[in-house]
């Protein structure tokens, strides 16, 4: 009896010193695994479709990222539903840093606060890695329109053009939309909304007179105000635009509620080691940093904007909260 105990305890023994070891040999592989990254090519998934400015800076964030990290970055575009696809897939990849989504606070705040019974949790089922620009919107007016400026925009709302002014935008819960309604409310003034599918489909109507303005992010809006074709009287930023230093902010003209701040970053799925979160918010430094990059984000529109890992999460979080609460004011729902 005591013979097959020691033996068994033996057997017990050796079967816990292999399992010891395994796991060893597993968190080594891990740790190892996670040394040589990126050994294979990433994805970027971009939640748009192509040829708009989402696909555009995902498309030059992927070149900067594959020189800097000496690897291939790929963008993959899956759009519909606001992004939430694009976003689905990315929440339900491996957490290993080969699969990363571009995302903006469309994405991450606006839509998953109009749709309800989404697959993935916007505010647990990713791991913020940074961010790399800000595209901040802009309120472009037609030529026509008697205002140089947002004081004498909102003068002329209240006198002559009283019931007469009208804001484009791309669609109900879009940030041109939600811009118009922050601007009315921290000035008082009534504009009528006319949504349109996209930006793009906006600016004809408002070149022509058809409707007064537009909201709409800085790259999608400088090709027309570069042309002379619309005027712009307000940036939606905590800080003049570069590419439009003579367009006042918000907060100079006195409306700094009307404030709107739209970034573009990188996130991945929720539980990605630390140590390839750090490598790949190091490579985005590196990226955001390099002159090739800052010139063509100028040549676009948009504006270097670099965040840690924390500062992202931080950042990420208050928009979810913000833009949560101003739909809900707004009463936007999903059509």
């Known amino acids: 009896m005591f013979k097959k105990s020691t033996k068994l305890s033996h057997a017990l023994s050796m079967a816990s010193m292999a399992a010891i070891t395994l796991g060893a040999l597993s968190v080594s592989g891990a740790v190892m695994a996670q040394d040589d990254y990126p050994s294979k090519p990433i994805k970027l998934v ?7 400015v989402s696909d555009t800076m995902g498309r030059l964030t992927a070149t900067a990222l594959s020189k800097v990290l000496n690897q291939t970055v790929v963008v993959e575009n899956r759009g519909g539903a606001g992004g939430t696809l694009g976003a689905a897939v990315v929440a ?11 995302t903006s606070p469309p994405m991450v705040a606006v839509t998953p606060a109009l749709l309800k019974g989404m ?20 309120l472009v007016v037609n030529n026509d329109v008697p205002a140089k400026s947002i004081v004498e925009l909102v003068n002329y709302a209240k006198g002559a053009g009283k019931g007469k002014l009208s804001f484009a935008s791309a669609g109900p819960g879009s940030t041109g939309h939600l811009s118009g309604h922050i601007l009315q409310t ?53 800080k003049r635009s570069s590419l439009l230093p003579d367009v006042p902010t918000a ?17 991945g799925p929720a539980g990605m ?27 676009l529109g948009a504006e270097p904007y ?26 936007l729902k999903q059509d």
Do not use: C
């Open 46 to 52: 971009v939640p748009y479709g192509t040829g708009g």
């Open 186 to 238: 921290s000035t008082g003034i009534d504009m009528q909304h006319i949504p349109y599918k996209s930006s793009g489909l906006a600016f004809p109507d408002v070149i022509s007179g058809r409707v007064t303005m537009v909201f709409d992010s800085l790259p999608s809006t400088i090709g027309h105000v570069r042309s002379g074709k619309v005027r712009p009287i307000l940036v939606m930023s905590e």
């Open 306 to 331: 670099f965040t840690t890992p924390a500062e992202f999460t931080a950042l990420r979080q208050a928009d979810v909260v913000k833009y949560g609460k101003l739909v809900k004011d707004m009463g």
């Open 273 to 299: 080691p630390k140590q390839v979160v750090d490598k790949l918010n190091a490579a985005l430094k590196v990226a955001v940093a390099s002159k090739e990059m800052r010139d063509q984000m100028s040549f």
């Open 251 to 267: 907060i100079e003209t006195g409306f700094p509620s009307a404030t709107m701040n739209f970034w573009v970053g990188i996130e």
């Open 92 to 102: 339900k990849a491996a957490p290993d840093g080969y699969t990363l989504l571009l």
């Open 119 to 138: 697959s993935y949790d916007t505010s647990k089922d990713f791991t913020m890695v940074g961010t790399m620009a800000t595209t901040p919107n802009v």
